[in-house]
């Protein structure tokens, strides 16, 4: 079992664009949750989602979308793009959608320009 | 409100001192919290939870009610300590983790 893994590993974008990051969970899991983290900062969490329907939102705004395909594989939308949507994003895995261990993947590095 | 506050960004300590790594929360009720690492190149990992009171490569934790604090303690830091630790907690939902900034762990010889 490789684990949580994501894709791309790196990705650089324009003020403006779009963008989707993908994530597979670690075998066994149901539940997807991703995360934010800025530099020098600790990851903030985005939105967890379970049964392919979206269970909890942290505090970002609609531009940051998410799905959940019935594999419970994962995929993170960002529309327009803003320089400070530049961050590493993690993505975590789990089984059920509460308190059991999570599981990191190794991240997307998303530099927006 | 939930947070976690680690007011050290780096500690810097010689290899066979004794460690102690600071975190502090604000939390309504019983808290249940954690301790991330971060290898250098590596992805974040689970080094130990307070339910579980295990300690888990020489590493403890206590949860302080009173102090409202899960300081993380070994008694004789190793050089592969040195990496990025995060102190978190479970949210009122039991559905994410809120972490702190991190505290980077430096040991040498």
């Known amino acids: 079992d490789a684990g949580v893994t994501q894709s791309p590993t790196h990705l650089i974008k324009t003020r403006g664009q779009q963008v989707t990051l993908r994530c597979s969970p670690k075998?066994?899991?149901?539940?997807v949750s991703w995360y934010q983290q800025a530099l020098g900062q600790g990851p903030q969490f985005i939105f967890q989602?379970?049964?392919?329907?979206?269970?909890q939102r942290g505090n970002f705004p609609d531009r940051f979308s998410g799905h959940q395909f019935p594999n419970y594989s994962s995929e993170l939308n960002v529309n327009a793009l803003l320089l400070g949507d530049s961050a590493l994003y993690l993505c975590?895995?789990?089984?059920?959608?509460?308190?059991?261990?999570?599981?990191f993947g190794p991240g997307t590095r998303l530099t927006v320009l | 409100a939930q947070r976690v506050t680690q007011p050290e960004k780096l500690l810097s300590v010689f290899k066979g001192a004794p460690v102690e790594l600071k975190c502090n929360y604000s939390?309504?009720?019983?808290?249940?919290l954690f301790w991330y690492v971060q290898y250098s190149r590596q992805r974040l990992q689970l080094l130990l939870r307070?339910?579980s009171r295990e300690s888990i490569k020489g590493f403890t934790a206590d949860l302080n009610k009173g102090e409202t604090s899960f300081h993380l303690k070994k008694p004789f830091a190793q050089e592969e300590d040195s990496a990025m630790y995060y102190c978190?907690?479970?949210?009122?939902?039991?559905?994410?983790?809120?972490f702190g900034k991190g505290t980077t762990l430096s040991v040498s010889s």
């Open positions: 975590a895995s789990r089984v059920g959608t509460g308190g059991n261990e999570q599981f």
């Open positions: 075998s066994g899991h149901d539940t």
């Open positions: 989602y379970y049964e392919e329907e979206e269970r």
């Open positions: 939390y309504s009720g019983s808290p249940e």
């Open positions: 307070h339910i």
């Open positions: 978190a907690l479970i949210n009122q939902a039991g559905t994410a983790l809120i």
